[in-house]
T-cell receptor, first 109, second 115 residues
Framework: GQNIDQPTEMTATEGAIVQINCTYQ??????LFWYQQHAGEAPTFLSY????GLEEKGRFSSFLSRSKGYSYLLLKELQMKDSASYLCAVGNSWGKLQFGAGTQVVVTP | GAGVSQTPSNKVTEKGKYVELRCDPI?????LYWYRQSLGQGPEFLIY????????DSGLPNDRFFAVRPEGSVSTLKIQRTERGDSAVYLC?????????????FGEGSRLTVL
C-alpha cells in the first residue's frame, strides 16, 4: 500500500514563497506528481519528478528525494490566483496515481 | 472534444436508486481512469481502463460499483443501490497511453448526492 502525507493548510502573503512538503511510503514507484485544484474544479497537472533533484517550471519548482521518500513543491512570487489545493501523488508504472489529501494554500493580500 | 467531458455535472438521487455517470475522454487517449473525491480529501482511485478492458479495478469499493468502456472511448460508471456514503465528486481522467510518465487530464467531475 501507499501512505502519502502533506500538511492540511498553509497561509502566505502575496509575493512571498511557500514550500509544500510531501512524504510518501510506497510499494511501487514510477514518479511523483503535483496537481493544483481550485475549489469546485478539476485537478490540473503542475509537475512530475521521477529522478532525484529539482525541476523548475516558471514560478513553480518541484523536488524529489527517492531515498527519503520526500518531495516538495515550491511556489514563488505568490499571486492571489495561487490560492488552491495542491495535491501530491505517487504514480505507478501504468499511470495509476495515489493522491495525498491535499494542502490548501491561502494567499493573503 | 477539447477536454474530458463528464455528465451529468450534478446528480441528486435517493438511497437505493441506480445511477450512471458518463465520461467522454480526450480523443485518442487509450487510458481512462475513474476517481472519487470527498470534501477535503484527495481523489481516490477506483478503476483504470486500457482500451476496452479494465486493467485494474482494485479501487472499486464493493460490487455495487461497476464500470464499462465497450468501444474503448466513452466510459460509464454504474452504481447500484446507492447509499448516502456514495455521495462524492466522481472524477474521470484520461491519458495518452497510461505509460505512467505523463499527466492525467481530468474532467470537471460529476457531483453525486444521495439523500
Amino acid at each position: 500500500g501507499q501512505n502519502i502525507d502533506q500538511p492540511t493548510e498553509m497561509t502566505a502573503t502575496e509575493g512571498a514563497i511557500v514550500q509544500i512538503n510531501c512524504t510518501y511510503q510506497t510499494s511501487g514507484f514510477n514518479g511523483l506528481f503535483w496537481y493544483q485544484q481550485h475549489a469546485g474544479e478539476a485537478p490540473t497537472f503542475l509537475s512530475y519528478n521521477v529522478l532525484d533533484g529539482l525541476e523548475e517550471k516558471g514560478r513553480f519548482s518541484s523536488f524529489l528525494s527517492r531515498s527519503k521518500g520526500y518531495s516538495y513543491l515550491l511556489l514563488k512570487e505568490l499571486q492571489m490566483k495561487d490560492s488552491a489545493s495542491y495535491l501530491c501523488a505517487v504514480g505507478n508504472s501504468w499511470g495509476k496515481l495515489q493522491f495525498g489529501a491535499g494542502t490548501q494554500v491561502v494567499v493573503t493580500p | 472534444g477539447a477536454g474530458v467531458s463528464q455528465t451529468p455535472s450534478n446528480k441528486v438521487t435517493e438511497k437505493g436508486k441506480y445511477v450512471e455517470l458518463r465520461c467522454d475522454p480526450i480523443s485518442g487517449h487509450t487510458a481512462l481512469y475513474w476517481y472519487r473525491q470527498s470534501l477535503g480529501q484527495g481523489p481516490e482511485f477506483l478503476i483504470y481502463f486500457q482500451g476496452t478492458g479494465a486493467a485494474d479495478d482494485s479501487g472499486l469499493p464493493n460490487d455495487r460499483f461497476f464500470a464499462v468502456r465497450p468501444e474503448g472511448s466513452v466510459s460509464t460508471l454504474k452504481i447500484q443501490r446507492t447509499e448516502r456514503g456514495d455521495s462524492a465528486v466522481y472524477l474521470c481522467a484520461s491519458s495518452l497511453e497510461g505509460a505512467g510518465t505523463g499527466e492525467l487530464f481530468f474532467g470537471e467531475g460529476s457531483r453525486l448526492t444521495v439523500l
